[in-house]
């Protein structure tokens, strides 16, 4: 341990002892750069540092009740069944305990102690973490930044202009922490400035349109649980306000970058889709590469300030948060379309999200979109499906002009639908390829059958309207098929196969 006294005079392993004594075992701590956990039994108790930073002054008693009182509120909403309540601190001859007698000395927050390995931080490490688990967190922000607060008129201003300020200076932070970097540093400061300015109006109008809530505010994988009964996260900011009331898309970024930060790019890109299903929120494609940076390079100053501390720098140290920032906002970028070509049952979605985890593509799919846009009765009627490829198109050239790659999981069975996303991809200046997925008729109904009994997708179509769809298609035409990367849908096909034949197919595109 760095240190046995704080907390103006609390003795941490006093209380420690204290604590063994009563639980009859031995008491873990928990140090991070603001807090202590002392881990007792069924219960852990989170005591803050008396601390002061730029970003947070803990100095005072008070000042720590309130922040006590501030999580036990702000976490109860992702994690009402792990906070408990604010218990106090108390001295007396034999030291000090736990809500005793003797005079108040500090607070802590009691939480429900969770099992050794539930995190996402020690899944990604141990190789345990999975996609149903990246799903389910998707979920769950999802619909909880869809219900957070939003901010007033001036703190949703505020969010939008100091959003850029703040990346420059913890970029100078990390510059300071990590000499020898320099060149490096400089080039991502000359990227943080010009984007900030770039997107300054992009900001200001979502946070007109309420995009700025309360939000969580650090959503690194430490903080992210997975229990038998779901997953969820804890740990929100407490203790400084402009950084919770922010643009939700730099919240969820912030899961995304770590686990990109752990080497896990296909799950980064993976919940980056699955929560942009969930919210809708494609008006916010072109922040997420500058929100991913920024988040980083929190995470980088973090390290730093835990090394500053006397503790380890954590994993992924400081030098593998600046690696994906670097990557993500210097490295050269490869945006390219591709859509699918394919009746329900073929499989387009299954492949799709396989491609787009591979190549880091942002994956738009019609079935989610069409409900966002269309009542049911009116959901597959010809003016739905148009307006919904135009919608498909906007997105796709969003995530297009921001570097991203697209591909667009839709029937695109009217040759005309082909055409208009060939003719985009043309103007947009990026390679364009058709996915023609192709399989017999009687096991897409066998298929169809079996989804719809399962009930786990969003696809509305059975067995009629597979028909339907089958007599009305218009098959790709010769010159199509100059664009086409045929898919054998009856046969179960690897990932990585079809990432390297699109990789090829797009560089020839390019030679061209």
Same mark, same amino acid.
């Given at each position: 341990?760095?240190?046995?006294?704080?907390?103006? @005079?609390?003795?941490?392993?006093?209380?420690?002892?204290?604590?063994?004594?009563?639980?009859?075992?031995?008491?873990?701590?928990?140090?991070?750069?603001?807090?202590?956990?002392?881990?007792?039994? *069924?219960?852990?108790?989170?005591?803050?540092?008396?601390?002061?930073?730029?970003?947070?002054?803990?100095?005072?008693?008070?000042?720590?009740?309130?922040?006590?009182?501030? *999580?036990?509120?702000?976490?109860?909403?992702?994690?009402?069944?792990?906070?408990?309540?604010?218990?106090?601190?108390?001295?007396?001859?034999?030291?000090?305990?736990?809500?005793?007698?003797?005079?108040?000395?500090?607070?802590?927050?009691?939480?429900?102690?969770?099992?050794?390995?539930?995190?996402?931080?020690?899944?990604?490490?141990?190789?345990?973490?999975?996609?149903?688990?990246?799903?389910?967190?998707?979920?769950?922000?999802?619909?909880?930044?869809?219900?957070?607060?939003?901010?007033?008129?001036?703190?949703?201003?505020?969010?939008?202009?100091?959003?850029?300020?703040?990346?420059?200076?913890?970029?100078?932070?990390?510059?300071?922490?990590?000499?020898?970097?320099?060149?490096?540093?400089?080039?991502?400061?000359?990227?943080?400035?010009?984007?900030?300015?770039?997107?300054?109006?992009?900001?200001?109008?979502?946070?007109?349109?309420?995009?700025?809530?309360?939000?969580?505010?650090?959503?690194?994988?430490?903080?992210?649980?997975?229990?038998?009964?779901?997953?969820?996260?804890?740990?929100?900011?407490?203790?400084?306000?402009?950084?919770?009331?922010?643009?939700?898309?730099?919240?969820?970024?912030?899961?995304?970058?770590?686990?990109?930060?752990?080497?896990?790019?296909?799950?980064?890109?993976?919940?980056?889709?699955?929560?942009?299903?969930?919210?809708?929120?494609?008006?916010?494609?072109?922040?997420?590469?500058?929100?991913?940076?920024?988040?980083?390079?929190?995470?980088?100053?973090?390290?730093?300030?835990?090394?500053?501390?006397?503790?380890?720098?954590?994993?992924?140290?400081?030098?593998?948060?600046?690696?994906?920032?670097?990557?993500?906002?210097?490295?050269?970028?490869?945006?390219?379309?591709?859509?699918?070509?394919?009746?329900?049952?073929?499989?387009?979605?299954?492949?799709?999200?396989?491609?787009?985890?591979?190549?880091?593509?942002?994956?738009?799919?019609?079935?989610?979109?069409?409900?966002?846009?269309?009542?049911?009765?009116?959901?597959?009627?010809?003016?739905?499906?148009?307006?919904?490829?135009?919608?498909?198109? *906007?997105?796709? @050239?969003?995530?297009?002009?921001?570097?991203?790659?697209?591909?667009?999981?839709?029937?695109?069975?009217?040759? @005309? *639908?082909?055409?208009?996303?060939?003719?985009?991809?043309?103007?947009?200046?990026?390679?364009?390829?058709?996915?023609?997925?192709?399989?017999?008729?009687?096991?897409?109904?066998?298929?169809?059958?079996?989804?719809?009994?399962?009930?786990?997708?969003?696809?509305?179509?059975?067995?009629?309207?597979?028909?339907?769809?089958?007599?009305?298609?218009?098959?790709?035409?010769?010159?199509?098929?100059?664009?086409?990367?045929?898919?054998?849908?009856?046969?179960?096909?690897?990932?990585?196969?079809?990432?390297?034949?699109?990789?090829?197919?797009?560089?020839?595109?390019?030679?061209?």
């Amino acid at each position: 341990m760095a240190q046995t006294v704080g907390f103006d @005079g609390v003795d941490i392993q006093a209380l420690r002892g204290w604590l063994a004594r009563r639980v009859g075992a031995e008491v873990g701590v928990v140090e991070t750069h603001l807090s202590w956990v002392l881990l007792a039994g *069924e219960f852990a108790y989170k005591l803050k540092k008396p601390l002061a930073l730029p970003f947070v002054d803990a100095t005072q008693p008070a000042q720590r009740l309130r922040l006590c009182e501030e *999580e036990l509120r702000l976490n109860r909403r992702l994690a009402p069944d792990l906070y408990l309540d604010v218990c106090r601190i108390t001295g007396g001859p034999q030291g000090p305990c736990i809500d005793g007698d003797g005079p108040v000395l500090d607070h802590a927050v009691r939480m429900r102690r969770f099992a050794a390995g539930s995190l996402f931080s020690e899944r990604a490490v141990a190789g345990t973490l999975v996609p149903q688990d990246v799903d389910r967190l998707a979920a769950r922000l999802g619909a909880f930044h869809t219900d957070a607060l939003r901010a007033d008129a001036a703190t949703a201003a505020a969010a939008a202009a100091w959003r850029g300020p703040v990346a420059l200076a913890c970029c100078d932070a990390v510059a300071a922490a990590l000499p020898g970097r320099g060149a490096t540093m400089n080039a991502l400061r000359d990227w943080l400035s010009g984007e900030a300015g770039r997107l300054a109006p992009a900001w200001r109008a979502r946070a007109a349109a309420g995009r700025v809530r309360e939000c969580h505010g650090d959503l690194h994988l430490a903080n992210l649980l997975v229990e038998a009964d779901g997953v969820t996260a804890f740990d929100g900011i407490e203790f400084d306000p402009a950084l919770r009331w922010i643009d939700i898309v730099d919240d969820a970024a912030f899961a995304a970058m770590d686990l990109r930060a752990h080497r896990l790019p296909a799950l980064a890109t993976r919940f980056a889709n699955a929560w942009i299903d969930a919210t809708g929120d494609f008006d916010g494609i072109p922040l997420w590469r500058f929100a991913l940076v920024a988040r980083a390079l929190v995470r980088a100053q973090v390290a730093g300030i835990r090394r500053a501390q006397g503790g380890p720098a954590g994993w992924p140290h400081a030098q593998s948060y600046l690696r994906v920032a670097a990557t993500l906002a210097l490295a050269p970028r490869r945006p390219r379309l591709l859509i699918t070509h394919g009746l329900p049952g073929s499989g387009k979605s299954a492949l799709a999200l396989a491609l787009a985890e591979r190549i880091g593509a942002l994956r738009l799919r019609s079935d989610v979109l069409r409900r966002r846009l269309h009542d049911a009765p009116t959901r597959y009627a010809d003016a739905a499906t148009r307006s919904t490829y135009a919608a498909l198109r *906007e997105h796709a @050239g969003r995530a297009i002009a921001a570097g991203w790659p697209v591909v667009v999981d839709a029937a695109f069975l009217q040759r @005309g *639908e082909r055409d208009d996303f060939a003719a985009a991809a043309q103007a947009w200046g990026v390679p364009f390829a058709v996915l023609d997925l192709q399989a017999p008729l009687a096991l897409l109904h066998e298929r169809v059958r079996a989804r719809r009994a399962r009930g786990d997708d969003p696809s509305e179509a059975d067995g009629e309207v597979l028909e339907r769809l089958a007599a009305r298609q218009q098959p790709l035409a010769a010159d199509e098929l100059l664009h086409c990367i045929a898919i054998d849908a009856a046969r179960p096909l690897q990932a990585s196969t079809l990432a390297a034949r699109c990789l090829a197919f797009s560089a020839a595109a390019c030679r061209c």
